[in-house]
């Protein structure tokens, strides 16, 4: 029998339609619809019990209440705490994100490292914690036997809570007056206050109760002070009525939700609010009777006010119009619970002490201070009650030395810590070189200003070792990385933000155990500690950092462990009379202290203007995490397309300065500083001055955008040390 | 050429039929026989666990093990840490039990249970409405498993995944002689349509029945 | 598409829209039958014829 | 090989040699396995092959989809004409509608299955097809429609002289022309339907106001402008592949008496149709825009491309223009104004359904949103290509092989 | 098509922003993607092809330095019920294969992600552009993939996504209300995670049918507005400014 191709066409005919008689078509049709629906690169999450763990988030000052969902071990979600004072239940981008940080594989540091490579160079070799603890040990030790325990010195991101303190106890009983922490806006207005109301503390803004705001450049809505707090109680403010004029340059969040927006040249400030007082006084406008009886020098410096900063001057200085100038100077003073606030979008820089002192005499002058809807001073956090450190010898001698930064010499009478020095003192060789630095949670290449010089500097420093969770520019630059838990996997206590009105204490906790091999730094100082021995090993008397923890926080303990929190509910200011500490017992708008200080009404920025005509300044958004963590990528995807563009950042640029640049929108312009040049695209807004540019902070990171600090520049303010700079001079061409 | 298929035609006619039905019984037994053993994998669960026996030893039947937590969700299949309270230490001779306490008790780990009734990721269904809401059985949906002494094999399709139990062991999907042999959508419906289910109200403006979202997610 | 499918309603659509559809499709597929069944049919007269 | 090709040709037709015919479609079949690359790499990779976004879910796949299925009306009508209508003399022509009919379908199907972001569950349109959707009825029309031009074109497959020579085939083949009228009327029937559903996919989106036009009961007028542009842009687009095929195999194919009344036919339907479209702009321009907030040139100023030019290109020269020529007799029996004709025609129906579907999808609706522009991806433009590709190397292997027009031994002798 | 004649007394979940409280901060963006499992890619700058179920509009007023005002404006989706509500919202009719529908017993439109296979009719039927595809599949670096919601479906490649009201929690509040023996789920039961994190309280969620929920007085508020009103797609969000030129924006209103 031959089979034929006809056969064979029979047999596939019924082959055919047999098979479509069976379930096999069908079923297959149906299951590979199945698969698609269940692919195994589409991540199905494992289900399970509920629960939630209450902490805090420290990936800002600001300290609000968090309520992490976790499903079995995994933490899933964070949410803000219900009935947390700060922020009651709500919660900013920033914190919404935190578990991105948490799980991020790549970033996170899994293990102590050891550089290996160049410094930059990201070449690491895992070690153990050991070997880690007794590298840095050994370092230590030799330096201590040669005298040069003062030539360690250690960043921390803030002065406040046991770690910090720990760190700082740690320096001084090791012999090293050099503990760094960055400046921030707070700080100047805390000494701004101090020098005229004679008190150490820190700023409150009772801004829900106020009816009036006048703000030079705080970024209620950028990030400023306990970012949820201040959103909702600029809510409840503008519910109640309350009017907010907003003084920048640009046209910023809080701006746009301002009832006024008013431009002014930057650096301006000082004069502008000078401007105000002159209209204030001349239309005799302010509280006689506080002003007749609790303060001083009042007469004095009015008559410095009034004979130069007439609204004429202060509109040629400003740019803002006369008749403007008069009628919210009126407005402010006329109003019922007026606050002026300086401050510089998140308030991550300072200001200089003419501008806040300047912005604070016209809180004196309306009398709103320490009552209902006024600023208050509220009480530094005491609760850190340890014994001093037990010094020996070679300690004495280390401690006695100058800082590293001058701080508190006597040109730098009222800085606590000059960190923004540091780079240029270490690369000009002043004072003394530092051999070994110490990094805790801080990224000072990322943070500080002109990134190169920064770098320059880190690189002569023989030996960094950064505690810190994840790979960043300062990491990558340090020769010993010793990975701490993140916020989510450790205590941490957590003090009155900036800018709140009551006493507070918040209380981080492990939400989920340590995913990695990590350590808390604090545990890692207490080691170390006990490793140096002697009078050292016996500063610490503590078994851990929880241990501290506890025994610090003593009676609060409980508390803080089951609710979280811990606010003195019932604080309020005393009357004004008892809270002015000056000399005189009254706020002074004059004195001794003040006159002595150089006068610095107008900044300049950096740069010649014939070859820089424009000015480039740096703006914060809620968008963007500009402090030492790197906006996790919930946020860079948050961030507008006028912002960033593909990898580019985005410049902004009133439309018509950008004509006479012939630019239209999406261009490409190379942007040149005095402190370095970069490529990036244009963006035609009419929310900023002619011949002002703008550019974000908080990008850079990733190869995202740029890093606004490898362009700006310092500006040393000469009252009070710190760095003002908010801008500098730019020109720009076409690419 | 041409001449050569003519002939060929003529010889080989009386086959071209024989051939065809040759393919159809060929493509029925493969489609019908062969290909389900094909299609399912079979998995032996890790422990062979005996229902009957812990029925026997509880108050509260099902739910002393397969129990609703606070929130309403539900637990699924007991974690070590219940069944940790007798089986700490072995207690009989059963070889399957000495497997438990010696692989997952004494090194803390989860029994991997295979689930047979596991729905995709896209469902949501609440165990509670069913329970709590509608008062029905856990046999109208699970059978009598509670009665069993022995796991039966899990299988798996290998394309979509799913349990076999949830397809339905008829291949054809179409013969189903108790409620819980298969659990499909439209098993789901066979309640959730507004005519015999009167709290399944008409909420679905496609297919007035009930919403997608009610067993969607 | 076919009652038994849950999407199915009962309602006027769904006769409009299915009632043509199958209608056209019964159409087609009686139409095509025909033709099959016929021509087999015409082919083995022919071959019986051819034979006789 | 060259005596086994002969006996493929059916009797008395020339044809160019197997090389020259082999060499050609080597040329096309490259571009075809271009676009057959890219169709692999969009069914893989996914979507994101693509310049779609997601103010772009609809881009040039749908506009050409749209377009070869107004284009392919060619066959439905004509069917129609011949079979229901009676009207004889278009039978010379009906089997290349067929064919460009076949191919354009197959195209659209095919396209469609490169569109949907999961094909693999592109039969959940039929089996949990909800009847309300526009889409639901094209997609089951344009199935169905499909099977009827397959069943249309089998008969002219089982002519090719070797498997004429099966009896069953041969039979099949004369079987199926006897009951082709009723093949003919239900593929009419359903033609009409989803040349009108594809109108109404963008007719009833009333979130659109650049696209939503009322209309009666469930179809909006865009429903019937679809249907009636078809038919009278189809049967264009088939002239105009007819003097295609003639000039580039350098014959006579079909009579001029059969071109001209097909064209006489498209020209009073294209002449009506613009009347109709006309009469539609201004409804909308009056009576649907106003309540809804928007005015008529809101849709085309504030933009960079997309002007009143368009909708003159659409309406006047690809519209009333050829409308005109073809309803002319003095100028529809002038070549080269029929060929103008017919392309004008073309071109307007196609510029009408890139401006429903694409321009409509530019539009913002959000006043605080904009204008959204997009440029096709090199993967886009090769599937696009491919359907031309694979209708060239389907109709060359067709005219090789298959007896396409009667007319061609009378005309050629 | 149903006549939803019990729709009047059923649920309608909906949503308030009061715009002069909202900052255009991006906490809603956030949330939404932290609780619905949004995926993200390496470049999200592309907003095109970015989802993002909520998203942020930056309105302005079109005049020129210093005049310019700016409001954010947050759009998630708008559960339109098209006119007189009976569920004839411009996505759920045209989707042909019954992956989008409309509940009448919630007012939430729903999608199905499993059902869809990505014709994305819907969303050039939605006029606001709520509607997102999946380009790529979402795939999250080594590790994030640890913290997904398990309440909510994570998405294959090649569907279109789009806001849910969170009918997820609404689904665990049901749920929960099932188990406590009670029938009704309260009002701070059922919140959207974008209400709940906004810091500025802008938004409100509730039903709007209830006299009783926040939602139901907000909405008569002489300032509300809806986006696209005149197109008659009848949506659930209303929005609240007492700044005119953002009410004409919102609305339509050309003048």
Request: charged letters at 20%.
């Amino acid at each position: 029998m031959k089979v034929s191709r006809r056969d064979f066409l029979s047999l596939g005919a019924g082959a055919t339609i047999g098979t479509a008689l069976t379930p096999l078509p069908w079923k297959l049709m149906d299951d590979v619809s199945i698969w698609t629906q269940n692919w195994a690169w589409t991540p199905f999450p494992e289900d399970g019990e509920v629960t939630y763990v209450t902490s805090t988030c420290t990936l800002c000052p600001g300290g609000c209440g968090i309520m992490v969902r976790k499903v079995n071990n995994r933490a899933v979600k964070i949410e803000g705490l219900k009935g947390h004072p700060l922020n009651q239940g709500g919660i900013c981008l920033l914190g919404l994100s935190g578990l991105q940080l948490l799980y991020d594989n790549k970033k996170r540091i899994k293990t102590p490292l050891k550089r290996i490579g160049k410094k930059g160079e990201e070449k690491f070799e895992p070690i153990s914690w050991e070997q880690a603890i007794s590298e840095v040990c050994d370092k230590l030790s030799n330096l201590r036997l040669k005298g040069e325990s003062h030539t360690v010195a250690g960043i921390v991101s803030s002065k406040f809570g046991v770690l910090n303190n720990l760190f700082k106890r740690f320096l001084t009983a090791y012999g090293s007056p050099n503990f760094l922490t960055p400046q921030s806006g707070s700080d100047s207005y805390s000494t701004a206050m101090f020098l005229m109301q004679g008190v150490d503390c820190n700023a409150g803004f009772d801004i829900e109760n106020s009816s009036f705001i006048l703000s030079f450049g705080a970024g209620l809505i950028e990030g400023w002070g306990s970012p949820v707090r201040i959103f909702r109680e600029r809510t409840n403010f503008n519910q109640n009525g309350g009017k907010l004029i907003q003084i920048e340059p640009r046209l910023s969040n809080t701006g746009a939700k301002a009832d006024k927006w008013l431009p002014l040249k930057p650096g301006a400030e000082t004069v502008l609010a000078l401007g105000f007082a002159h209209v204030i006084i001349k239309e005799s406008l302010y509280k006689k009777d506080f002003i007749n009886t609790y303060t001083q020098g009042f007469d004095k410096w009015k008559q410095t006010i009034i004979d130069t900063y007439t609204p004429s001057y202060v509109s040629k200085i400003t740019g803002v119009k006369e008749e403007e100038i008069i009628s919210i100077a009126m407005d402010f003073a006329k109003s019922s619970f007026p606050i002026a606030i300086c401050g510089n979008g998140k308030d991550r820089t300072p200001e200089s002490l003419s501008h806040s002192m300047a912005v604070h005499s016209l809180n004196g002058l309306v009398g709103n201070i320490n009552r209902k809807g006024g600023i208050w001073t509220v009480p530094l956090p005491d609760y850190i009650n340890w014994q001093e450190a037990l010094i020996d010898d070679i300690a004495q001698n280390g401690i006695k030395k100058e800082r590293i930064d001058s701080a508190g010499t006597k040109q730098y009478i009222y800085a606590k810590s000059l960190l923004n020095r540091l780079p240029e003192v270490v690369n000009l060789g002043k004072n003394y070189p530092i051999n070994l630095l110490f990094i805790s949670e801080d990224n000072p290449i990322y943070t500080l200003p002109n990134t190169n010089d920064v770098i320059k500097a880190f690189e002569k420093i023989p030996f960094i070792v950064n505690f810190t969770s994840y790979l960043d520019e300062t990491s990558v630059h340090s020769d010993l990385i010793l990975p701490n838990h993140t916020y989510l996997e450790r205590y941490e206590d957590v003090s009155t933000p900036p800018y709140f009105i009551k006493p507070i204490i918040s209380m981080a906790k492990p939400v989920i155990s340590p995913i990695f091999n990590t350590k808390h730094t604090g545990d890692l100082i207490i080691s170390m500690a006990k490793k140096l021995g002697g009078k050292i090993s016996e500063s610490f008397p503590w078994d851990s950092y929880n241990d501290c923890l506890k025994k610090t926080l003593n009676d609060k303990w409980q508390m803080l462990e089951e609710g979280g929190f811990w606010v003195n509910s019932t604080f309020n200011p005393s009357k004004a009379e008892n809270q002015f500490k000056t000399a005189s017992g009254k706020f002074e708008f004059l004195n001794a202290a003040i006159s002595a200080l150089s006068p610095g009404d107008i900044i300049k920025p950096e740069g010649d203007n014939s070859v820089f005509p424009l000015i480039l300044i740096a703006y914060d958004s809620i968008r963007l995490s500009s402090g030492f963590i790197e906006s996790p990528p919930f946020l860079i995807k948050a961030v507008e397309s006028t912002i960033l563009k593909q990898n580019d950042v985005v410049v902004e640029i009133n439309p018509q300065t950008a004509k006479n640049y012939s630019l239209k929108e999406g261009d490409r312009i190379i942007l040149t500083t005095p402190k370095g040049e970069a490529k990036t695209k244009v963006h035609l807004f009419d929310g900023i001055m002619p011949d002002i540019i703008a550019l974000p902070k908080g990008l850079g990171h990733s190869n995202k955008g740029l890093n606004i600090n490898n362009l700006m520049g310092q500006i040393e303010d000469p009252s009070s040390g710190f760095n003002i700079c908010s801008g500098i001079r730019a020109k720009i061409a076409k690419a | 050429m041409d001449a050569l298929d003519d002939e060929k035609k003529n010889t080989s006619k009386g086959f071209g039929i024989l051939f065809f039905i040759i393919g159809v019984i060929m493509s029925l037994i493969i489609g019908w026989i062969i290909f389900p053993k094909l299609l399912y994998s079979k998995k032996n669960q890790p422990i062979d666990f005996n229902h009957k026996l812990h029925m026997a030893s509880v108050d509260n039947g099902c739910a002393s093990c397969h129990f609703l937590r606070k929130d309403g969700s539900f637990s699924g299949s007991p974690k070590l840490s219940e069944c940790i309270g007798c089986h700490s230490q072995v207690q009989g001779q059963d070889p399957e039990e000495l497997k438990f306490v010696e692989q997952y008790v004494s090194k803390n780990r989860e029994v991997p249970w295979l689930i047979y009734s596991k729905q995709p990721a896209c469902v949501f269904f609440s165990h509670a409405a069913h329970i709590k809401g509608a008062k029905m059985d856990c046999v109208t949906c699970h059978g009598y498993i509670g009665e069993s002494t022995s796991l039966k094999v899990y299988e798996q399709n290998r394309i979509s995944g799913y349990s076999r139990d949830i397809w339905g062991k008829d291949i054809s999907g179409i013969l189903k002689k108790n409620s819980w042999d298969s659990m499909k959508m439209d098993d789901c419906a066979v309640c959730h349509e507004s005519k015999s289910n009167k709290s399944a109200r008409e909420k679905s403006v496609q297919t007035q029945k009930e919403g997608c979202f009610v067993c969607h997610k | 598409m076919f009652p038994f499918v849950f999407e199915w309603v009962w309602d006027m659509p769904h006769m409009v829209f299915m009632g043509a559809l199958w209608y056209a499709l019964s159409i087609i597929g009686l139409g095509m039958t025909y033709c099959i069944v016929k021509s087999v049919i015409d082919v083995s007269k022919k071959e019986t014829d051819n034979h006789h | 090989m060259d005596s086994l090709d002969r006996a493929f040709i059916p009797s008395g037709a020339k044809r160019c040699s197997l090389f020259q015919f082999t060499s050609f479609i080597s040329v096309i079949g490259i571009v075809f396995l271009w676009g057959v690359y890219a169709m692999l790499l969009i069914w893989i990779k996914g979507l994101n092959q693509t310049n779609m976004n997601d103010a772009y879910g609809f881009a040039l796949w749908i506009w050409a989809d749209l377009a070869v299925i107004a284009l392919g009306g060619g066959a439905f009508f004509t069917g129609l004409l011949r079979y229901v209508i009676g009207k004889d003399e278009l039978k010379n022509i009906i089997n290349y509608a067929v064919i460009i009919g076949f191919i354009c379908y197959s195209s659209a199907l095919l396209i469609l299955a490169i569109d949907i972001g999961q094909p693999l569950r592109g039969w959940f349109i039929f089996w949990h097809a909800n009847v309300h959707s526009m889409l639901t009825e094209v997609a089951f029309c344009l199935s169905c429609y499909f099977i009827v031009l397959t069943i249309e074109y089998l008969p002219l497959i089982f002519e090719n002289p070797q498997i004429d020579k099966i009896p069953f085939y041969h039979k099949l083949s004369h079987n199926m022309h006897d009951v082709m009228a009723i093949f003919a009327a239900t593929g009419a029937f359903l033609s009409f339907f989803h040349q009108g559903s594809l109108g109404g996919v963008s007719g009833v989106m009333y979130g659109r106001p650049f696209a939503y036009r009322e209309g009666i009961f469930i179809w909006p007028w865009t429903f019937f402008l679809f249907t009636w542009s078809a038919a009278a842009c189809g049967p264009c687009f088939t002239i105009a592949l007819t003097k295609l095929i003639e000039k580039i195999t350098k014959k006579k194919l079909v009579k001029d008496n059969v071109i001209d009344l097909l064209a006489k036919i498209s020209g009073w339907m294209l002449a009506s149709y613009t009347i109709a479209k006309i009469i539609d702009t201004i409804y909308w321009v009056y009576s649907t825009l106003p309540p809804q907030g928007h005015k008529f040139m809101d849709f085309y100023s504030n933009n960079s491309f997309y002007g009143l030019w368009i909708l003159i290109l659409e309406v006047v020269i690809g519209g009333a223009v050829p409308a005109f020529i073809l309803v002319s007799e003095k100028l529809r029996c002038n070549k080269s104004y029929l060929t103008i004709a017919v392309i004008l025609a073309i071109i307007g129906v196609s510029v009408n359904r890139w401006v429903m579907v694409v321009q409509a999808l530019a539009i913002p609706v959000l006043p605080f949103e904009s204008w959204t522009f997009y440029i096709p991806s090199w993967q886009e433009v090769a599937t696009t290509i491919l359907p031309v590709a694979y209708g060239v190397i389907l109709i060359a292997l067709s005219y090789r092989y298959l007896p396409i027009f009667p007319q061609e031994k009378e005309l050629n002798n | 098509m149903s006549e939803a004649s019990n729709h009047g007394a059923s649920k309608m979940y909906g949503m308030v922003i009061d715009l002069d409280k909202c900052t255009g901060c991006g906490a809603c963006m956030v949330a939404c993607m932290a609780e619905n499992n949004v995926p993200f890619k390496e470049d999200e700058s592309d907003k095109l092809k970015s989802i993002t179920w909520l998203r942020l509009y930056k309105l302005n007023n079109g005049k020129p330095f210093p005049d310019v005002q700016i409001c954010y404006l947050p759009r998630p989706c708008m559960h339109c019920g098209g006119e007189g509500n009976h569920g004839h919202s411009p996505c759920v009719s045209v989707c042909p294969a019954t992956a989008t529908d409309y509940d009448l017993e919630t007012g939430i439109v729903s999608q199905i992600y499993t059902r869809c296979f990505g014709c994305r009719y819907c969303m050039a039927a939605c006029p606001y552009h709520a509607r997102y595809f999946n380009w790529w599949d979402p795939v999250w670096p080594e590790g994030m993939e640890r913290y997904l919601n398990p309440n909510v479906s994570v998405r294959m490649r090649g569907v279109v996504e789009k806001c849910s009201f969170c009918y997820h929690r609404y689904q665990i509040a049901k749920n929960n209300a099932y188990n406590n023996g009670s029938r009704e789920v309260l009002e701070h039961e059922y919140q959207t995670a974008c209400t709940q994190a906004c810091p500025a309280g802008s938004i409100t969620f509730g039903d709007l049918n209830n006299p009783k929920h926040e939602v139901y007085k907000l909405k008569q508020n002489k300032n509300a507005f809806r986006l696209l009103e005149k197109l008659k797609t009848n949506p659930k969000v209303y929005y609240i400014s007492k700044l005119e030129w953002v009410r004409k924006l919102g609305d339509n209103y050309r003048s």
